[in-house]
């Protein structure tokens, strides 16, 4: 559908249910998701959950935080994967390394048209940008040290030292193969990921339960918004 046409059905829906709406999840295209998202805001959504990417450029991004702040809505980005790792954000990592491999053909249907549309960093890299931030800090720098259509490769900068380096790769030749190295002054560790539902049903747990206590969440719209805009 249009932009216009999802905005005249969303509207239509919370004009008809405003009262008995208190959440919204918007899982559609990336390209929509800022528009719903005011819309939802603006009929008083309590809580505010935008899958990933938060969209595919930060045209009206800056506007979307301010309304949220307005609202005092509880709002989060998609981030499954940091429950998937299980490792807790710590100051003490000095440098981390993040591989995520996967041919194309195991994603959905239409998945190669989706991610080549603008590649395969804001499209799925977006979650190895997102776990960098959560583990390192603030991201102060970001340089690209390869780039096609099904392949990119990062050099990412972190207030107060941090390094990280991220490989994002779906071509079709390549083995599927998901790991996080966390190296610290004395040490590493190696982490393979549970991509189970369980770290799903973490996340949400983790939504809801912010929502009912009117608390920030791990991944607030402004977090989701400083991972999209690097």
């Given at each position: 559908?249009?932009?216009?046409?999802?905005?005249?059905?969303?509207?239509?829906?919370?004009?008809?249910?405003?009262?008995?709406?208190?959440?919204?999840?918007?899982?559609?295209?990336?390209?929509?998701?800022?528009?719903?998202?005011?819309?939802?805001?603006?009929?008083?959504?309590?809580?505010?959950?935008?899958?990933?990417?938060?969209?595919?450029?930060?045209?009206?991004?800056?506007?979307?935080?301010?309304?949220?702040?307005?609202?005092?809505?509880?709002?989060?980005?998609?981030?499954?994967?940091?429950?998937?790792?299980?490792?807790?954000?710590?100051?003490?990592?000095?440098?981390?390394?993040?591989?995520?491999?996967?041919?194309?053909?195991?994603?959905?249907?239409?998945?190669?048209?989706?991610?080549?549309?603008?590649?395969?960093?804001?499209?799925?890299?977006?979650?190895?940008?997102?776990?960098?931030?959560?583990?390192?800090?603030?991201?102060?720098?970001?340089?690209?040290?390869?780039?096609?259509?099904?392949?990119?490769?990062?050099?990412?900068?972190?207030?107060?030292?941090?390094?990280?380096?991220?490989?994002?790769?779906?071509?079709?030749?390549?083995?599927?193969?998901?790991?996080?190295?966390?190296?610290?002054?004395?040490?590493?560790?190696?982490?393979?990921?549970?991509?189970?539902?369980?770290?799903?049903?973490?996340?949400?747990?983790?939504f809801l339960s912010c929502v009912e206590k009117g608390e920030l969440t791990c991944n607030p719209l402004s977090n989701a918004a400083h991972v999209?805009?690097?």
């Open positions: 559908s249009s932009p216009s046409r999802i905005s005249m059905d969303i509207t239509a829906l919370l004009d008809l249910r405003t009262k008995a709406i208190n959440i919204a999840f918007i899982c559609t295209p990336s390209e929509s998701h800022v528009e719903i998202a005011r819309l939802c805001l603006e009929a008083g959504v309590r809580g505010l959950f935008v899958e990933k990417p938060l969209s595919l450029s930060m045209d009206g991004i800056p506007e979307l935080l301010a309304l949220a702040e307005k609202t005092g809505a509880v709002t989060m980005g998609a981030c499954n994967m940091r429950w998937a790792y299980g490792i807790e954000p710590g100051s003490s990592w000095r440098f981390l390394s993040l591989l995520d491999q996967r041919p194309l053909s195991q994603w959905r249907n239409g998945a190669v048209e989706s991610y080549r549309s603008h590649g395969v960093l804001l499209e799925s890299g977006v979650h190895l940008l997102d776990l960098a931030a959560h583990n390192a800090g603030t991201i102060t720098d970001c340089r690209i040290e390869g780039y096609n259509d099904d392949c990119v490769h990062l050099h990412v900068a972190h207030r107060g030292g941090a390094e990280s380096s991220i490989l994002a790769d779906w071509c079709e030749q390549s083995r599927t193969n998901r790991t996080m190295r966390l190296v610290s002054l004395t040490g590493h560790c190696d982490v393979t990921p549970d991509t189970s539902d369980a770290m799903y049903v973490s996340e949400m747990e983790h999209l805009e690097w």
